[in-house]
């Protein structure tokens, strides 16, 4: 679907969308539990539902309403072939977790999902003694347990989702297990993993992300759990603030561990006036100079960060670029062209994007068929010199499916 934006102010409160990677994590561990568990607040996004029709296929017993979904596990395999849509981290965490049954489950997924790489997955599972064959690196992967723990070494460069799945599924292994890391990213998650497992009545030994220690035999125990907002659909919202609002975000956890509260940083070293509270954060529209920013361990920032240092003066410098390749798109190249279209240069070396802020103009656009694109066009659409057209804007339903609504309820001009 495309969209279309006119330059337009925002005004009002908003509340941030629901994380869709803590309602991921919800669902698996409620899969696990013996007995019903209630995940309060959830992410109805396409990710979310991905990961829903999986508990369901690996034997859970789900009860959806809109405020809350409750989830009776540990239930009889249902369906040997799972579908995981889009998402890379239902990929990366239910593999593991599948390993777990004896039956051989055939992975499958969808569009983006099908171009990123899934050795590391077979590679992992095999040390574990599974058996897991991939298509040629690819989906679909073919695994057969049962997963019974031991010893493996993984790559955490790439992604942190794998090690997840790996920390959710092997304390129902019948042994110990050891999982050895090397170069870990966006270490954050793996604190947030930890303490939602810790929730759940499970014990992970970390030794300084680099060697992780797993008893076996532990039983998952049903909890009521709510889920927090999510800071990387929060970020586009508060961008939006600062580049043509006076907005207050509600609904984003100042405690949080998600990495990308981090915009907050990069928002203050911009000169954007913001004030937090406990329950809000209000911005408004400010003068903006350049800011240099490491994005290493919360690369989903990029494209937000983009569309800030768009309408900032002087040339911004991002690092992490490294991070971008296997994303929905490869968002460095989308990035570099899509703003290209806006007026906006943008320049990548090694691991560095830099970005001469200036005047975006109007123009047509594409987001990839990337959920993250798509939101940081409309936001930098909001100031521009005339109005942008965004092919495949339906692409925000994977993580934010209420962005556009959102935006026309803070006075934007969305025309469809």
Request: with cysteine; charged share 25%; hydrophobic share 40%.
């Amino acid at each position: 679907m495309e969209r279309y934006i006119d330059p337009s102010t925002l005004k009002g409160s908003v509340k941030a969308p629901s994380s869709k990677s803590m309602t991921q994590r919800a669902i698996a561990a409620a899969l696990l539990a013996d007995g019903p568990s209630i995940i309060h607040n959830p992410s109805y996004c396409d990710d979310s539902l991905a990961a829903m029709s999986i508990a369901v296929g690996l034997g859970a017993r789900l009860e959806p309403s809109p405020d809350k979904i409750i989830i009776d596990g540990t239930g009889e395999l249902r369906e040997t072939k799972l579908n995981c849509g889009e998402s890379g981290l239902a990929i990366r965490m239910f593999s593991p977790i599948a390993a777990l049954f004896p039956e051989e489950i055939i992975i499958t997924g969808a569009n983006s999902l099908r171009k990123r790489p899934m050795s590391m997955i077979e590679e992992a599972l095999k040390q574990m003694g599974v058996e897991c064959k991939t298509s040629c690196g690819f989906l679909p992967l073919a695994i057969k347990g049962p997963l019974k723990g031991g010893e493996c070494e993984i790559d955490g460069s790439v992604s942190s989702q794998l090690l997840t799945g790996l920390l959710m599924a092997l304390p129902m292994a019948q042994e110990d297990s050891i999982i050895k890391v090397h170069n870990l990213k966006s270490r954050p998650y793996i604190d947030l993993t930890i303490q939602l497992l810790k929730d759940f009545g499970i014990t992970i030994q970390n030794d300084n992300y680099s060697v992780f220690r797993i008893r076996g035999k532990q039983k998952y125990t049903p909890h009521e759990y709510t889920v927090e907002g999510d800071w990387s659909g929060g970020a586009f919202l508060l961008v939006a603030g600062a580049i043509n609002g006076d907005l207050t975000v509600t609904g984003l956890q100042q405690t949080s561990h998600q990495s990308d509260m981090a915009i907050l940083d990069a928002l203050r070293d911009t000169g954007a006036k913001y004030s937090v509270s406990d329950k809000s954060i209000t911005i408004s529209q400010s003068s903006l100079k350049a800011f240099s920013f490491d994005a290493t361990h919360a690369p989903d920032l990029f494209p937000p960060l983009a569309a800030l240092a768009s309408y900032c003066e002087g040339v911004t410098t991002i690092k992490g670029v490294s991070r971008l390749k296997h994303k929905e798109s490869n968002r460095a190249e989308a990035i570099v062209q899509e703003f290209g279209k806006l007026g906006i240069r943008v320049e990548t070396e090694d691991d560095i994007m830099k970005i001469t802020g200036g005047k975006p103009t109007g123009g047509r656009v594409e987001s990839h068929e990337d959920h993250r694109i798509a939101m940081a066009m409309a936001v930098t659409a909001l100031k521009a010199s005339g109005r942008v057209y965004i092919k495949d804007s339906q692409s925000v339903g994977k993580s934010y499916p209420g962005f556009f609504d959102d935006m026309r309820l803070l006075g934007v001009t969305v025309h469809e």
